[in-house]
């Protein structure tokens, strides 16, 4: 028995080794949690979140989100985005699960962030980056995520709450190294 709790141990520690060694960086899958504030009332609104690399990041970055939303706007409709839609009888919370195809076709094109990005009526100033309220960059490198468990490599889920103000992301990455 002493013999098989020792093989056990050693096995044990190798895949931790291994998952760890394994899951340090690149993108990962995430199950990401949009939650809508209540505070948004029956107010339609509609959240993209779209996967970016590194050439588009500075792009999606400076774009005006007032363009963004507006209709038939060119940057919205090649964006390799999800769209959910809160309509004003749906849910308050939707679910992108880290199984959907979406994120084997951002890893393909070497996604590294996901530019959360909803269209908020009442904010009109356009901003870069975050200092924009309806745009949140969430970075997707494993190393910027704390692991859910700390003896398996199983990536935290990512919650975002929409509220009137604009984008909070409820779960913070790491800081970049």
């Known amino acids: 028995m002493k013999g098989f709790t020792a093989q056990a141990a050693r096995l044990a520690c190798l895949m931790i080794l291994v998952g760890s060694a394994a899951g ?11 939650r809508r504030d209540s505070k948004l009332g029956n107010a339609t609104v509609t959240v993209d979140l779209v996967g970016v690399n590194q050439s588009e990041h500075d792009q999606y970055y400076q774009y005006s989100m007032r363009k963004y939303w507006s209709p038939g706007d060119w940057k919205r409709q090649d964006a390799d985005k999800h769209v959910i839609a809160f309509e004003q009888r749906s849910g308050s919370r939707e679910v992108f699960s880290k199984t959907h195809a979406k994120w084997q076709e951002w890893k393909k094109k070497r996604a590294t962030y996901m530019f959360v990005l909803a269209d908020l009526s ?29 003896f398996l490599p199983v990536m935290p889920d ?11 992301l409820v779960t913070p990455p790491k800081p970049k190294e």
Do not use: F, H
């Open 24 to 34: 340090c960086s690149g993108m990962g899958r995430y199950n990401v949690i949009v």
């Open 122 to 150: 009442g904010i009109v100033e356009d901003q870069p980056g975050d200092a924009d309220p309806r745009r949140q960059i969430v970075p997707l490198d494993k190393s910027r995520w704390k692991w859910k468990y700390w």
């Open 158 to 168: 990512i919650e975002i709450l929409i509220k009137p103000s604009g984008i909070t």
